[in-house]
């Protein structure tokens, strides 16, 4: 098959050494001696934070020590240090036949760390992934010595650390949103009146697996494909529902490429007999929405808490006269879809926490929302944009205008 | 490309309802009420027990409610509950916008559970998926109730069910066995003097890749492939050591095919000038694993704690005046390559508690363990038995002889 121009190698880039150096840094900037990453079959469940630490995986109870001093020191079994030491990462890798509580205890008496940082939070999952069974493991081990009352929460290291997208991050989720749109664009020239929802999102699926991409959700619902007034919105499959003259089209796609992610949403409207343009009640309802991002994006600079940011583009969809989207403005993007920590959302139970977090330079974040017409179909929009120190630099060609499918 | 006899096709089997009617089995068998599966972005952070729960991703926290009565409760995010319906696994599909706090309780209410459920455990990583963050959620709901105190490990549920396979987990398993042992076949013919472990591992990475099969653990290490005495042996990637005459080649494969996987080793030995049959170290070597498996073998029944099992064949290699190995002679193996609960393995700190564990029916273990040959290299060898009534049913034909190759 021939390769489209938008086609790019897989690259086998590792961020971890631009990531390492800028943890050793928010450690610093945190005044935070240790962070202690503590895992197990990596395999069979893996914390989201070896995303920035390990290129692979290990087997048995491994403790990856990430100090201020740039020292940083890996106790693994034995089986798995020679993979270790040739990631050359760690300044130091410990092994072991039988047990890691020796050379852990060991390795933080030459440390002496006033504070560990370890990996929970109540509210931000990426910063969530040390479980029950390991964090009573450490006070195992702990006992006789007072490290357990030396642990806190790794939370704002790791929000910093995966929320602060380095260069290399940025270039890798801008090359996923080119190649998204670049499917968006063949859609566009494929869709026909007839089609059926199940038909576009195969379509869709040829693209992505014919080129090597991955998919940055499940393919069950990766893309969400929504056409007329009567398929469900939400992660839902695409279904046997038609394109239908005068309905709506949306697509909600998300790719993932050497590692990093896309998370766009488009609008097409289905012209019907006679028709040159939108009805009114379509282009008020997508001059809605994109006035609802326009808000949002006004309100997106650094230091702003996010529902803040969240309560700009929903106030102008209520004055709008529609209402309410039930679901966040927007979120982080970057190695996961969800990408952890800040998001853009209203302060409800489920935003608990990480909605009050502040907008932070670096950050990726999706704008999305959507509003309903009558008889037609919703009216979603989605773009990706980067903050910057003076604002909002667009990853994404914003949809400025419908999208039209002739009949 | 031809697709090769072995070949199977992709088959998208769903195990989850064949499993859930075991956990509702379990669940009476042990006299528990409610089993709780609380997660949240599952796509960036998984607990292990999803497999056996759900085919899909959940976004926002969600609990699954596994109930003695098989009155099976999800209480998910609006937008993932759709997905959740067309599932056909719950009887009861609970929505929420706000938060799951209210759901939850009201839930918890209705099934007045004595007992709870919920997954830590510190010696089973795969009954370890309830992460501190998600304990501490709740340990909040629960306020003002007595929930807590009736919580309990979820271990011993988690344990006989990803440990007992059923028909078609066993069926999936004995495919990616029979597809790894053509694998290695082919290699059988392909491995020539000269030839790097890279070369060799190229060859079963393309077998691997041009017929739509998965690695059952890291590609840069599956294969291993270890040759002559200086390459070390463990979770270490091929090198540019090459195939020398009177050494001897070892390859460690598992695959992963519809979800399940394989796990084998195999021993070859490169014909010296003039040899007809390995000299007599090498001879002594392959006879000695083979023995100490069929030791183990013999020791491998029901109900026998997991390092009893070990202990027959460490000691038939220290019997034979060989340095023990210093791993387990088994682990269980599943959907996950090491999957999880018991092992057979030796009372080591790093295996407390789960070689404890009795031996069940319906167990896939894998056997294996190496010596070492000075001069020559290593001899190690594994099997992937499933445990029966009656004893041991081999899912691999056992090598019980060594393979060579002429130079």
Not at 24 to 52: G, H, S
Not at 191 to 214: P, W
Not at 320 to 342: C, I, K, P, Q, W
Request: proline share 5%.
């Amino acid at each position: 098959m021939r390769k489209p121009p938008w086609y790019r190698e897989y690259r086998d880039v590792s961020i971890i050494p631009e990531k390492m150096a800028q943890a050793t840094q928010i450690l610093r900037d945190l005044n935070i001696d240790v962070w202690l990453v503590f895992v197990r079959e990596t395999l069979l469940n893996r914390d989201p934070a070896l995303d920035f630490i390990l290129d692979g995986e290990v087997t048995w109870r491994s403790a990856f020590l990430i100090t201020r001093s740039g020292h940083h020191i890996a106790i693994v079994g034995h089986f798995d240090a020679r993979n270790i030491e040739s990631m050359d990462v760690f300044s130091q890798v410990v092994d072991y036949h039988h047990g890691i509580r020796e050379p852990l205890l060991e390795a933080l008496q030459q440390l002496r760390p006033r504070k560990i940082a370890i990996n929970y939070s109540t509210s931000d999952v990426a910063a969530d992934g040390l479980t029950v069974g390991l964090y009573h493991n450490l006070h195992d081990y702990f006992e006789n010595t007072d490290y357990a009352s030396r642990l806190i929460s790794a939370e704002p290291i790791i929000a910093a650390l995966r929320g602060r997208k380095s260069p290399t991050e940025i270039e890798l989720v801008q090359a996923a949103v080119n190649i998204t749109e670049q499917i968006f664009d063949e859609v566009g020239r494929f869709a026909k009146v007839g089609m059926t929802q199940r038909e576009i999102a195969d379509f869709v699926h040829f693209h992505i697996e014919s080129h090597g991409l991955d998919y940055a959700w499940e393919k069950n619902y990766d893309p969400i494909v929504t056409c007329g007034p009567y398929s469900p919105y939400g992660h839902a499959a695409p279904s046997d529902v038609p394109l239908e003259k005068g309905h709506t089209l949306h697509i909600d796609l998300g790719i993932k490429h050497n590692g990093y992610c896309s998370d766009l949403q488009r609008m097409w409207y289905v012209l019907d007999d006679g028709e040159t343009t939108a009805p009114p009640d379509v282009k008020h309802a997508f001059d809605t929405v994109y006035g609802a991002i326009k808000a949002g994006e006004a309100a997106l600079r650094p230091g702003v808490p996010g529902w803040k940011v969240d309560a700009a583009a929903r106030q102008y969809i209520v004055d709008n006269n529609y209402a309410e989207y039930m679901h966040a403005f927007g979120h982080l993007l970057g190695r996961s879809v969800h990408d952890g920590a800040t998001v853009l959302a209203p302060r409800w139970e489920r935003y608990a926490g990480i909605c009050e977090l502040p907008v932070e330079v670096g950050n990726i974040f999706t704008l999305e929302l959507h509003v309903t017409i009558p008889e037609r179909g919703i009216m979603s929009v989605e773009e990706d944009v980067l903050v910057t120190d003076t604002g909002v630099q667009y990853l994404s060609k914003p949809q400025t205008e419908l999208r039209y499918i002739h009949s």
